[in-house]
Every structure is written in structure tokens, then in C-alpha cells.
């Protein structure tokens, strides 16, 4: 089991902020929120599963961090300045 950080950027109308907190629970052990939009979660499989299952629910305007301390992977981050 890994332990992965998510965040995410809801920038659509759906999903709403409650149905992926109430989601993101569901997909692990030990989760908890660290900062709005931050969330701490152990998890049996890669970055890039994790990622998938995330954006299931996601609208496609909408942007995901999913991290853990020797692997990462994205979608839809905000572009350098």
C-alpha cells in the first residue's frame, strides 16, 4: 500500500465539491482532507490507477494532482507563466 496526496481543480458544474470529497474516501484507507482541496490517502495500486479512478468523475475542464514520494501523475495542470 502507498500513501498518495490528490488535489484537485473542480472548474465545471459537476461533479460538486461534496460528491468527490464523499468519493475520494471510498477509493482507500486512511483518508483525510489536509487542505481544501488536498486530500492524504493510502492506496493499493499506482499513481496512474488512482488518477483513473479519480477522473471518472471528473468533467474534463477539471484538473488532478495525484502524488506519492516516488512517482506522480497528472491531468490537466495549469500550464507554466
Excluded: C
Excluded at 37 to 61: C, F
Amino acid at each position: 500500500m502507498t500513501t498518495f496526496y490528490i488535489s484537485y481543480d473542480l472548474n465545471g458544474p459537476s461533479p460538486s465539491h461534496y460528491q468527490i470529497d464523499s468519493f475520494i474516501p471510498l477509493l482507500g484507507m486512511n483518508s483525510r482532507r489536509v487542505l481544501e482541496t488536498v486530500w492524504r490517502l493510502d492506496y493499493h495500486g499506482t499513481a496512474e490507477n488512482l488518477r483513473d479512478r479519480i477522473m471518472s468523475i471528473l468533467g474534463k475542464e477539471d484538473s488532478l494532482l495525484v502524488l506519492d514520494y516516488r512517482f506522480a501523475a497528472w491531468s490537466n495542470l495549469l500550464p507554466k507563466k
